[in-house]
């Protein structure tokens, strides 16, 4: 099993892009990350090559996972605990780079993002494995950028807000969990800030691109690239959150299950076994 340390300085004083599926990727120039170093946050990979990618849901997120094929290999970032499938884990350990966000007792209500991996001390110096994450896995992509030997961070599709009702650059999944929109966004806002500051500490600058040219009214200039380029102002984001909560709490029964039979089968075969050798 790979650890995400092994990335570490590949990259020293380059400019690194995080490419996130805001909406503002939708009318974002593709062709200006040729040859350039990115890092795909969760689905960024359907709209451009990517170099890196980075999920904490990979069942949701990874090609092979859900039966697509990416346009070029990609070198994927995300948690080995979260791989579903013992399939999913062995093809995990042979091709996934790992990290690990467990660095404190969680503090926060259910339905809130935990604040387990919310720890910028991670952020200032790399930390054998550990990655910061809190709201937003571009607060964690930042962190992996830096690591990497980054000089300049740059966030692109990462637009912490919606434009004209749309969430993602497609027709992409969204995980509200039962909350405004709004609330959660700002909580993106609010980890890239502190994250902002602690990477400014190690010499490291965060900042962020759009296709924009009117800071003040981003929805106009949206509207009006759309159609310089022919591409639709709407697209349809489905909240999928009661069905992956359905789903994982399956999982979590029959996980339960799967295991105390294996360990009543266990208990049984260590008594059969005693009784022989007696």
């Known amino acids: 099993m790979k650890s995400v340390a092994e990335l570490n300085n590949l990259h020293p004083g380059a400019d690194i892009y995080v490419i996130g599926t805001g909406t503002s990727f939708r009318v974002f120039p593709k062709d ?5 170093i990115t890092i795909g946050l969760n689905l960024a990979w359907q709209l451009l090559p990517v170099t890196y990618g980075l999920t904490t849901r990979p069942e949701l997120n990874i090609p092979e996972f859900i039966d697509q094929k990416a346009p070029n290999e990609i070198v994927w970032v995300t948690k080995y605990h979260k791989l579903i499938t013992e399939e999913q884990r062995e093809h995990g350990k042979k091709h996934f780079y790992f990290f690990r966000s467990d660095g404190q007792a969680n503090t926060q209500p ?3 993002p935990s604040d387990s991996g919310k720890v910028l001390d991670w952020v200032r110096k790399s930390t054998e494995d550990y990655l910061y994450l809190w709201s937003s896995v571009s607060q964690t992509a930042a962190n992996l ?3 990497m030997g980054a000089r300049n961070v740059i966030l692109v599709g990462c637009d912490n807000g919606a434009l004209v009702g749309n969430h993602h650059a497609q027709n992409q999944h969204t995980m509200w969990k039962g909350v405004n929109p709004d609330h959660r966004y700002r909580q ?8 902002r500051q602690a990477l400014r500490s190690r010499g490291v600058n965060l900042l962020s691109m759009t296709p924009f040219v009117h800071l003040l009214e981003p929805t106009l ?3 009006s690239l759309c159609k310089e380029l022919n591409c639709p102002e709407w697209i349809n984001n489905s909240d999928i959150s ?3 909560d359905e789903i994982y709490s399956l999982r979590e029964k029959f996980g339960h299950f799967i295991q105390q039979k294996q360990k009543s089968a266990r208990s049984k075969l260590k008594s059969y ?6």
């Open 110 to 112: 259910p339905g809130e």
């Open 188 to 195: 993106y806002y609010d980890g890239l800030v502190e994250v």
């Open 242 to 244: 009661k069905e992956v």
């Open 273 to 278: 076994l005693s009784r022989v050798s007696s």
């Open 145 to 147: 950028a830096a690591n």
């Open 32 to 36: 200006f990350f040729e040859g350039k």
């Open 221 to 223: 200039d949206f509207r």
